[in-house]
T-cell receptor, first 115, second 114 residues
Framework: AQSVTQPDIHITVSEGASLELRCNYSYGATPYLFWYVQSPGQGLQLLLKYFSGDTLVQGIKGFEAEFKRSQSSFNLRKPSVHWSDAAEYFCAVGARSGGYQKVTFGTGTKLQVIP | EAQVTQNPRYLITVTGKKLTVTCSQNMNHEYMSWYRQDPGLGLRQIYYSMNVEVTDKGDVPEGYKVSRKEKRNFPLILESPSPNQTSLYFC?????????????FGPGTRLTVT
């Protein structure tokens, strides 16, 4: 069974500082990996995804993530955080088995941005 | 506009009173899913559907029912709600093809069971 760990429940960064949110997954084969963002009172929106190919993927809003198979990680980064990035971020791993797909979400990391 | 809609957005009910939360998508997606979100637990899958008349249990199906009679609709039914089902519920859809694709989420339904 697949699983996702987001070890940081809450992170605070200053506006303009760099950001890295950690995500570790457990899955036997090459996984489908996703990062979603949830702004307060909103549903989830996809930031970026990785299926195969280049292990550094670019997403929306200036985010990027790097897939590292050897570390089973898919960390999310942004070089300069804006106040509007304050939200909760979820890493997810997906797997396909025959005719069924299964997506498992991490417990989320809440990002606070201070001026 | 491509979207997933849920109704109602907010609901307060009493223990044991049957309720249905509707979910509809206009993207012709095959895959639909229900999640509940609780503080510190992230999103946990309740039920999912790979296509019309094909549904299966997720990680936390107890106390819930679903049906998929039409491709666009995937209602969540709580036949006898209990306080431990107080939560934020999200419906999502995707078109996975042969793999796993991004999911499009509805705005959420906040349910309180007293």
């Amino acid at each position: 069974a697949q699983s996702v760990t987001q070890p940081d429940i809450h992170i605070t960064v200053s506006e303009g500082a760099s950001l890295e949110l950690r995500c570790n997954y457990s899955y036997g084969a090459t996984p489908y990996l996703f990062w979603y963002v949830q702004s307060p009172g909103q549903g989830l929106q996809l930031l970026l995804k990785y299926f195969s190919g280049d292990t550094l993927v670019q997403g929306i809003k200036g985010f990027e993530a790097e897939f590292k198979r050897s570390q089973s990680s898919f960390n999310l980064r942004k070089p300069s955080v804006h106040w509007s990035d304050a939200a909760e971020y979820f890493c997810a791993v997906g797997a396909r088995s025959g005719g069924y797909q299964k997506v498992t979400f991490g417990t989320g990391t809440k990002l606070q941005v201070i001026p | 506009e491509a979207q997933v809609t849920q109704n109602p957005r907010y609901l307060i009910t009493v223990t044991g009173k049957k309720l249905t939360v509707t979910c509809s998508q206009n993207m012709n997606h095959e895959y639909m899913s229900w999640y509940r979100q609780d503080p510190g637990l992230g999103l946990r899958q309740i039920y999912y559907s790979m296509n019309v008349e094909v549904t299966d249990k997720g990680d936390v199906p107890e106390g819930y029912k679903v049906s998929r009679k039409e491709k666009r609709n995937f209602p969540l039914i709580l036949e006898s709600p209990s306080p431990n089902q107080t939560s934020l519920y999200f419906c999502a859809s995707s078109s996975p093809g042969q793999g796993v694709d991004e999911q499009y989420f509805g705005p959420g339904t906040r349910l309180t069971v007293t």
